[in-house]
């Protein structure tokens, strides 16, 4: 289990959030300078053992912004959509990064992109959510919602599916923004500050939520299909307590992987909710898999590789201790992460050991990076958006 210290401020202020109606905070999750133990773990020299080469670079906006966001680009056919905290939406040619419209919207974004069926979808920390049309960026229409979007909305074009920092999920008419239903779920009194994206999957709206569960809704109507608790709070304290799911969920095939902080990596059959099995682990970032393993990047920095079939972990990197590290993401044969200084790290998916490392963003990465192909898209705090090209195969 990590050290809660560095996160003792980050957990205050979340509860204050809670308390003052979900508004944003801003710096929440800064270190205290005395906590020598828990600074960032200094980067080693690696042998460079793939070649990464930019291909191209933009800037979009103010990027993540002050507060601590997780923006992050999605990709649909040859287009790239991102968001900043300022409100500038761009759609970009993800082989160029030529801008092909922009679109300033003049909220502050904290929840977005998500794309589906010719429309885009953002949240905002006002608690507004707005469809735009993904040719041109014209907002079609605009909602209001119970509290602060974190997380990017998803939509299937009939129903756009939105979770606020409050512990609601909402379904809105894809049309017009009308509520269609609510489910509300209990808030801990301690919670991190973020939601995780929720998921449309046919006939089912997946979430996840601080409480530590995982449910499934029917899309149309919010009927309860099936919930798991993937997470148990533990310990004397409401610190020790904390079980949010803030991180990015997985789904490969018929199995959902999801991992919370303080808790478990989990593996449900998403039709039944069914535990197929879980692992120790805490994490608020999310997953990734290949190779046959479930990639975490571990609340105290370390990068874990588990067995995708349950059978335990493969093997961990510690070498990036305290580093606050992004999501991990596959690429070419090769798992990365990003972090605090904007250096985006490559490892083997066989051991582990490092294979690369590029400084992208000299404000960090905390956005989830995306990759098609043998190209990386990292999206840097500052507004910094790069797409890498890696070659090399692992031996």
């Known amino acids: 289990m990590p050290s809660t210290r560095p996160l003792i401020r980050l957990l205050f202020v979340g509860l204050l959030s809670v308390l003052a109606g979900c508004s944003t905070l801003k710096g929440w999750f800064s270190m205290d300078s005395d906590d020598a133990a828990n600074q960032p773990a200094p980067l080693e020299d690696i042998a460079q053992e793939v070649d990464i080469k930019k291909v191209w670079s933009t800037s979009v906006g103010s990027g993540q912004g002050k507060g601590y966001n997780y923006l992050a680009p999605v990709i649909e056919g040859q287009v790239m959509y991102v968001a900043s905290n300022d409100g500038l939406v761009v759609a970009l040619d993800k082989n160029t990064g030529k801008t092909i419209w922009k679109e300033d919207l003049d909220r502050p974004i904290s929840g977005g992109v998500g794309v589906g069926s010719g429309t885009l979808v953002v949240g905002t920390s006002d608690g507004e959510v707005l469809l735009l049309s993904a040719s041109d960026g014209s907002v079609q229409w605009t909602a209001s919602v119970h509290g602060e979007v974190l997380s990017a909305p998803q939509t299937n074009g009939q129903i756009v599916l939105v979770q606020s920092y409050d512990g609601r999920l909402q379904g809105l008419s894809a049309s017009d923004g009308s509520e269609l239903w609510v489910y509300g779920s209990n808030v801990p009194i301690l ?205």
């Open 191 to 395: 919670t991190l500050r973020g939601t995780c994206t929720p998921i449309i999957e046919g006939r089912l709206a997946i979430a996840a939520f601080a409480n530590g569960k995982v449910m499934a809704l029917d899309v149309k109507t919010g009927a309860i299909r099936w919930e798991a608790r993937a997470v148990i709070a533990q310990g004397r304290s409401e610190i020790d307590r904390i079980v949010d799911i803030d991180g990015h969920m997985l789904l490969v095939g018929n199995i959902l992987y999801a991992v919370g902080y303080q808790g478990r990596l989990v593996a449900l059959d998403v039709s039944t909710g069914r535990k197929m099995w879980q692992q120790d682990a805490s994490s608020y970032v999310g997953l990734d898999q290949g190779f046959g393993n479930i990639y975490v990047a571990d609340a105290n920095g370390s990068v874990v590789a588990f067995h995708r079939s349950g059978q335990g972990v493969r093997w961990e990197q510690p070498a990036l201790e305290y580093r606050r590290l992004s999501s991990p993401k596959t690429v070419k044969g090769y798992v990365t992460v990003a972090d605090l200084d904007g250096y985006v790290h490559f490892l083997s998916q066989v051991d582990g050991h490092f294979v690369g490392r590029i400084k992208v963003d000299g404000d960090g990465v905390r956005g989830r990076m995306l990759a098609e192909e043998d190209i990386l898209y990292v999206y840097g705090n500052g507004g910094k958006l790069v797409a890498l090209r890696v070659s090399g195969r692992e031996q």
